[in-house]
């Protein structure tokens, strides 16, 4: 239950420790992607710029998202999100 207590549902995702100094000084706009709590579900997972992804491109979806914000995109973000889980969900199953 922390992790619900301690974050938001839609936002930006967290990164790892390591890199936030080294991203906040070598990625434009790095730093205004913390002016919200971390999330579970973010803009940047639902459009597939995750993972292996160029960082700025994710910072960029952040964000946008920031910028952006509306309780109506939220609702449209976690709808998104269960689409995406259950598409890989299927891809995985597919597999075996």
Request: proline residues 5%; positive net charge.
């Given at each position: 239950m922390?992790?619900?207590r301690d974050m938001a549902i839609v936002g930006s995702r967290p990164e790892r420790?390591?890199?936030v100094d080294q991203f906040s000084q070598d990625v434009a706009g790095y730093r205004w992607?913390?002016?919200?709590?971390v999330s579970l579900t973010g803009l940047a997972q639902v459009e597939d710029s995750r993972g292996d992804r160029p960082i700025a491109e994710r910072?960029?979806?952040?964000?946008?998202?920031?910028?952006?914000?509306?309780?109506?995109?939220?609702?449209?973000?976690?709808?998104q999100t269960v689409m995406v889980?259950?598409?890989?969900?299927?891809?995985?199953?597919?597999?075996?």
């Open positions: 922390d992790v619900l420790p390591v890199f992607r913390h002016r919200l709590p910072v960029g979806f952040d964000n946008h998202y920031i910028e952006h914000w509306s309780l109506w995109r939220d609702v449209r973000l976690l709808l889980l259950v598409r890989d969900a299927l891809k995985v199953r597919r597999r075996r």
